[in-house]
């Protein structure tokens, strides 16, 4: 069981930046694989950043070279550092936990998401 809360979001000028954290607790957060996803009004919702337990990540093409996702084991953290953001990149944010093992989804979490606004 994993309870996770968003914050950092807000509203910023294009060019600016954010970081988002997500801080989880209720279990051990070094099993768990960590994602941010984002929803923008009329859209599906998309992966954004991912990273796994040992450090592994990987990105959308849209926020390669803008974003970075890392993660702090030691506070049950995962952070999303958004630089040079751009106005399609407003929508709600949400953090993502999931543990797997033998191939199969042991846990899956949402926290409640932030808003991220990029606007003049």
């Known amino acids: 069981q994993v309870q996770l809360v968003e914050s950092g979001g807000g509203l910023v000028q294009p060019g600016g930046a954010l970081r988002l954290s997500c801080a989880a607790s209720?279990?051990?957060?070094?099993?768990?694989?960590m994602g941010w996803y984002r929803q923008a009004p009329g859209k599906q919702r998309e992966l954004v950043a991912a990273i796994t337990g040992d450090g592994i990540t990987n990105y959308q093409d849209s926020v390669k070279g803008r974003f970075t996702i890392s993660r702090d084991n030691a506070k049950n953290t995962v952070y999303l550092k958004m630089n040079s953001l751009k106005t399609e990149d407003t929508a709600v944010y949400y953090c993502?936990?999931?543990?797997?093992?033998?191939?199969?989804?042991?846990?899956?979490?949402w926290g409640q998401g932030t808003q991220v606004t990029v606007s003049s």
């Open positions: 209720g279990s051990i957060f070094r099993l768990y694989d």
């Open positions: 993502n936990a999931v543990m797997r093992r033998f191939g199969a989804t042991l846990g899956d979490y």
